[in-house]
């Protein structure tokens, strides 16, 4: 028919030539040497859930064949095979089924790529109270602060405010406060009158005015001097700003989202922050929780990366091994969102794909991401190795534990596994535990 076949004794050896060359189908006996074919079935599932396995069997059995499809296997032929055309007729089926899956996650992914900047992606565990909450406050004409660790998407909070606000049609402006010595951030605030200071040429209007009728994102307002505090309190307090080097004073209507990874308090407390400029912006608070509090968005955020800059690199993915999302899932990340992003851009630009893998990912993250974390193999005694048995049965109840962590709840956990809800489900009764 054409295919490319590649022929394995058992289970063991079709895993050892997995990574040299995935296969698009697998097409199985159920009787075999080791792992058998329903453990083989189960191993293909956590490698790549889109490869299909057709099972075959000269010992057919209603509970057999039900099994096999309730493990997920694409189909289930009896031999001996007369005619020989069902077989073929079942690789047509596969096939035609693996180019529809491939397709439909393609367009899934640009669709995924398409989101407006503003959109934050997921709405499940700790992030729906932030979602209920912005959604709440976005209507208020009131100032916003957003505090957590930086690179958590603070920005895109702020956005999000300013987006679901009356004062969406009208861009929102931005600035960080850190990023600009104390006369130049002034200036680009306020505006200066010509000849406010050497090379001052014309009079420039700063970026309250800019934001007028819209919303004006401060980030990093943690930074600000005392002098700039002064000025940006009288501007929330009174709505009037007066540009650098000008006596003229000018009305604005402006909201002001602000944003600082810093504990304002504990700045207010040490006298390098206004505590009543504090009490002005965090009218709202808005606490962005860390990545590693929100792990069950960790996919979600994962696909979306790689849709929205595959196309700027040139290349296709199609998905994410489960080994490379079990990595990312499992690791702590320090740097939140922003070192995800980096981390999969990273891995995109060292893949050629379809799918993103574990040993793509920079090296710190193959260290430290695993959900189970491997004893050291030197100097073991005999007596220090448990029995077979013994050893999955604790291995399982250990992964299973880091995996629920990491998943927040089934659907997450069996995605980030690779396994069938089902069979997630049953494994955990298995040895006693719920989601």
Not at 69 to 96: C, M, N, Q, T
Not at 112 to 120: F, L, N, P, Q
Not at 304 to 312: K, N, V
Request: proline share 4%; hydrophobic share 40%; net charge neutral.
């Amino acid at each position: 028919m054409g295919y490319g076949v590649r022929v394995f004794e058992s289970a063991d050896q079709l895993w050892g030539a997995w990574d040299s060359c995935p296969p698009d189908i697998v097409l199985s006996d159920v009787q075999m040497p080791g792992a058998g074919g329903f453990g083989m079935l189960q191993g293909v599932k956590q490698l790549d859930p889109e490869v299909p396995v057709i099972l075959m069997t000269g010992a057919a059995s209603i509970d057999s064949a039900v099994r096999a499809l309730r493990e997920g296997a694409y189909d289930y032929l009896v031999k001996p095979f007369v005619p020989i055309d069902v077989v073929s007729a079942a690789l047509s089926r596969a096939s035609e089924w693996r180019a529809l899956r491939t397709e439909n996650r393609r367009l899934n992914l640009e669709v995924e790529a398409t989101r407006r900047d503003g959109e934050i992606i997921g709405a499940k565990g700790s992030l729906k109270h932030l979602f209920s909450l912005v959604e709440s406050v976005a209507r208020l004409d009131v100032s916003v602060l957003v505090h957590g660790e930086s690179g958590t998407g603070k920005e895109l909070v702020a956005r999000a405010v300013h987006s679901a606000s009356p004062r969406r049609d009208r861009r929102m402006v931005s600035v960080n406060c850190g990023a600009l010595s104390e006369a130049l951030l002034e200036s680009e605030l306020f505006g200066h009158a010509k000849g406010a200071f050497t090379g001052a040429d014309r009079a420039r209007a700063g970026l309250f005015e800019e934001a007028d009728r819209s919303t004006l994102f401060l980030d990093e307002v943690g930074e600000l001097s005392m002098s700039t505090q002064v000025k940006l309190l009288r501007v929330l307090q009174e709505g009037e700003i007066r540009p650098v080097g000008s006596n003229r004073v000018r009305r604005v209507d402006v909201r002001v989202v602000a944003a600082t990874h810093r504990k304002l308090p504990r700045l207010v407390d040490e006298g390098s922050f206004r505590e009543d400029l504090y009490f002005r912006l965090n009218v709202v608070g808005v606490h962005v929780p860390a990545l590693r509090e929100r792990r069950e968005e960790i996919p979600d955020l994962a696909y979306f990366f790689l849709a929205r800059h595959g196309a700027r690199l040139g290349k296709v993915f199609t998905g994410i091994e489960p080994a490379c999302m079990q990595v990312l899932s499992g690791y702590s990340w320090p740097g939140n969102v922003r070192e995800l992003v980096n981390a999969v851009i990273r891995a995109m630009a060292v893949s050629d794909g379809p799918l993103l893998r574990a040993d793509a990912l920079p090296p710190e993250l193959r260290g430290a991401g695993s959900l189970v974390q491997e004893p050291a193999a030197e100097n073991v005694q005999a007596g220090e190795v448990a029995e077979y048995a013994e050893a999955r049965r604790r291995f399982e109840q250990t992964y299973l534990r880091r995996l629920l962590a990491a998943g927040g709840n089934l659907a997450s956990s069996a995605r980030i596994a690779g396994l069938d809800p089902s069979n997630l489900r049953r494994m955990l009764k298995r040895h006693g535990m719920k989601t």
